[in-house]
């Protein structure tokens, strides 16, 4: 498919000098291509026992085009005082792209150093660039259901992958201040470890530099999750003499598989402009895990 959006509702900022805010305006242009497929079988149906399977995938590719002349719109501040704009709607790139700096290890001493882009001596906001994104490229659903004789099973997975996250939560319990409260900090840190620690020194404070939107906080926000697993039982009306009655039991978000080191790679903490804001995760509150037991009576 290729779809072109114009005129795409976007927020545009107002300036702090008439009185700052934002409002909602219809601008700009938006392609979105890519391509779906799926497929949907039985794996075997026999009289008291059948498996229908059917397998989606899909791959998305977005892109700002233009916004009206404008050469970029930063996002939301994610927590005034401590993380500002870090994520950025610019031509050329995708809805959800995550704006920052450029990690590129410790000195010797064990302070952050940040990439100049500008070249000019000073690590500050022209630094920042598009440094990833938060819309993955593929998305995949695998959904099963398998019966046998008066009893059913369901299970469904889905994954995606080519996501990133900036995981904030991680940097305010590591790095943005000299009190820390994540345990890896210290025994994986530049004071405990020296070269080649993951964390920077806190002892030598003075002058280092850290930022929560950078590379050293961006990480792959790709997943595999087993979204439901249902089972269920149907006492047909000939035994009960009152009517069909079918019990279930399910769970939902029952196991997830990632490399993301945040609480769930599919939450956002920002939830207005949701697209744009993806990638946010400063105490994110994960998908919770839900049970459920189920009657059903068919009279």
């Not at 072109?4 to 702090?16: M, S, V």
């Not at 059917?54 to 791959?59: E, G, I, P, R, W």
Request: glycine share 10%; aromatic share 14%.
């Amino acid at each position: 498919y290729l779809k072109e959006t114009e005129d795409a509702l976007l927020r545009r900022g107002i300036p702090e000098y008439n009185g700052g805010g934002s409002y909602w305006v219809n601008q700009g242009k938006i392609k979105n291509t890519g391509f779906e497929a799926v497929v949907n079988g039985y794996i075997f149906q026999e009289k008291n026992l059948a498996w229908n399977s059917a397998l989606n995938f899909s791959y998305m590719k977005n892109e700002v085009v233009d916004l009206a002349g404008d050469p970029f719109i930063l996002g939301e501040i994610v927590a005034p005082g401590l993380v500002e704009q870090a994520t950025i709607i610019k031509p050329g790139y995708p809805i959800g792209s995550i704006y920052g700096l450029t990690f590129l290890g410790f000195d010797d001493l064990g302070r952050n150093v940040f990439e100049d882009k500008d070249k000019n001596g000073t690590i500050d906001a022209a630094d920042n660039d598009v440094i990833g994104k938060a819309v993955p490229d593929f998305v995949f659903g695998w959904n099963n259901m398998l019966s046998y004789k008066n009893w059913e099973l369901n299970v469904f997975f889905n994954a995606a992958f080519g996501a990133e996250k900036l995981n904030l939560t991680r940097w305010t319990t590591t790095a943005s201040s000299r009190f820390f409260t994540l345990r890896d900090a210290y025994f994986k840190g530049f004071d405990k470890v020296g070269p080649g620690a993951e964390f920077g020194t806190q002892k030598n404070s003075s002058g280092n530099l850290s930022v929560g939107n950078s590379t050293q906080w961006l990480e792959s926000a790709d997943f595999v999750k087993l979204k439901n697993l249902s089972i269920a039982y149907t006492f047909p009306k000939a035994q009960t003499h009152v009517a069909d009655i079918r019990l279930s039991f399910s769970c939902q978000n029952l196991l997830t598989l990632t490399s993301y080191k945040g609480l769930d790679p599919e939450t956002s903490s920002v939830n207005s402009n949701s697209d744009v804001n993806a990638g946010m995760d400063l105490g994110a509150y994960p998908t919770p895990r839900t049970y459920t037991i189920g009657a059903r009576f068919t009279f």
